[in-house]
């Protein structure tokens, strides 16, 4: 008897349970996400056909800035947002040489002033890496590289792929310039994600077309 009685009231808890309801992620009720190329670090335009010009003024990096809504409460854990942004493109640089110079100095060099610190350099010299491709994988331009040993199958291998900027509204990153991109048409992807805990979850992509002039 007492055997049934237990199983009515677990019966009756379970049908009584009710599911927690998460309201919707962002605060007034509709998510935006607004990207684009900050015109303070880089001279663009947008053309008649939605592709954004960069004019190149020399070894760089141009930003996409974005402008996120903020989150309901209820995904916001000791003031810190749980969104985030991931940034990507299909632009790779192969690195093949490079050469740079280094100042050399003397055993008794001469100071720029009498404090002993500033040292006056008597020559350079130049150091050329060659053979860098087989050394290190191909370089998105968004920040990050695939090496050889990455695992394509592994649960957590699109965490890998990207770079993030997380647990803020004003994201930003920084992109890579250099001559070899002088007239190359490329693509910048942005995706961001309201909420990335338990509940309620909106995604939104975005893509730029860059020419770099």
Not at 36 to 58: A, C, L
Not at 120 to 147: F, R, S
Request: glycine letters at 4%.
């Amino acid at each position: 008897m007492k055997i049934l009685q237990t199983f009515f009231i677990l019966v009756v808890l379970i049908s009584c349970r009710q599911d927690k309801v998460y309201p919707y992620p962002c605060l007034d009720g509709d998510c935006h996400a607004i990207f684009q190329i900050d015109p303070r670090v880089s001279d663009t335009y947008q053309d008649e056909n939605d592709y954004h010009h960069i004019t190149y003024k020399g070894l760089n990096y141009f930003t996409i800035m974005g402008e996120l809504d903020e989150l309901h409460p209820s995904y916001v854990i000791n003031k810190i947002p749980l969104i985030e942004v991931n940034y990507d493109s299909d632009y790779w640089i192969a690195f093949d040489t490079i050469s740079f110079r280094v100042p050399i100095y003397s055993v008794l060099s001469w100071y720029t002033n009498g404090d002993y610190n500033n040292l006056i350099p008597i020559g350079n010299i130049e150091i050329t890496l060659t053979d860098l491709a087989m050394l290190h994988p191909p370089l998105n331009i968004a920040g990050y590289q695939i090496n050889k040993h990455f695992c394509w199958e592994c649960p957590y291998a699109p965490t890998l792929i990207g770079t993030y900027s997380k647990y803020n509204y004003t994201p930003r990153q920084q992109f890579l310039l250099n001559p070899r991109m002088i007239g190359d048409t490329l693509k910048v992807m942005t995706q961001t994600t309201f909420n990335t805990d338990t509940g309620k979850r909106v995604v939104i992509d975005e893509e730029f077309n860059i020419i770099i002039d």
